[in-house]
């Protein structure tokens, strides 16, 4: 059984209110501009190469977040604190990854088998019911991804000036939520990777 970690930052709220807040509205314009911006670029790889690299980032950090609970519970506190942020390390350079699939890929349809761009009523009908599961993933992974980056920044800094019961309060949260977000991501990549191009 470890003790708790001691503090590595100083308390300052104010500016982590800053910082957090500024990052976080950063990422989320900074994706919403770009999600409608593609750069016609030849690469000399397949382009949905960084879809799979966020699959894999999102599988590594599921299996992280979960590790890192079974730590916490064992109260192997060190453990937790280093797979916490490794998992943090690994979502910023989903974000990388995320932000250069977007930015050199065009537009993808589930369903659409000849890849057009368009979905006929027979590419509809043989894509059936997955379409409406697919959809159903997608709709909730996506408002979810967007909230978890000041949530799991909020948690961190909580833990790393050392005032574990607020952090552990905002983990009740932020825990479930960054898991099923990474859980979902890595679904909607497999669900949607026949219809890439």
Request: with cysteine; hydrophobic share 55%.
């Given at each position: 059984?470890d003790?708790f970690?001691?503090p590595t930052?100083?308390k300052?709220?104010?500016?982590?209110?800053?910082?957090i807040f500024t990052?976080?509205v950063l990422a989320f314009?900074g994706?919403?501009?770009?999600?409608n911006?593609?750069?016609?670029v030849?690469?000399?790889?397949d382009v949905?190469?960084?879809?799979?690299?966020?699959?894999?980032?999102n599988?590594?950090?599921?299996i992280?977040?979960i590790?890192a609970?079974?730590?916490?519970?064992?109260?192997k506190?060190?453990?937790?604190?280093?797979?916490?942020?490794?998992?943090?390390?690994l979502?910023?350079?989903f974000l990388i990854?995320?932000?250069?699939?977007?930015?050199?890929?065009?537009?993808v349809?589930?369903?659409?088998t000849?890849?057009?761009?368009?979905?006929?009523?027979?590419?509809?009908?043989?894509?059936?019911?997955?379409r409406?599961?697919?959809?159903f993933v997608?709709?909730?992974?996506i408002?979810l991804?967007?909230?978890?980056?000041?949530?799991i920044?909020?948690?961190?800094?909580?833990?790393?000036?050392g005032e574990?019961?607020?952090?552990?309060?905002l983990a009740r949260?932020t825990?479930p939520?960054?898991l099923y977000v990474?859980?979902?991501g890595v679904?909607?990549?497999w669900?949607i990777q026949?219809?890439?191009?």
């Open positions: 059984m003790s970690p001691k930052c100083k300052n709220d104010t500016a982590a209110r800053v910082i990052l976080s314009v994706m919403l501009l770009l999600s911006t593609t750069f016609k030849s690469l000399p790889f949905h190469l960084f879809a799979l690299v966020n699959a894999t980032i599988s590594f950090v599921a992280l977040l590790v609970l079974i730590m916490v519970k064992q109260k506190y060190e453990w937790h604190r280093r797979l916490m942020l490794a998992a943090i390390v979502s910023v350079l990854s995320y932000v250069a699939h977007h930015l050199f890929s065009a537009q349809r589930f369903g659409d000849n890849f057009d761009g368009i979905l006929s009523a027979e590419e509809k009908l043989a894509a059936g019911s997955l409406g599961i697919y959809f997608l709709i909730t992974h408002p991804a967007a909230i978890i980056l000041p949530l920044l909020f948690t961190a800094y909580r833990a790393l000036i574990y019961n607020r952090h552990k309060r949260i825990w939520i960054w990474a859980i979902s679904v909607v990549y669900m026949p219809y890439y191009h």
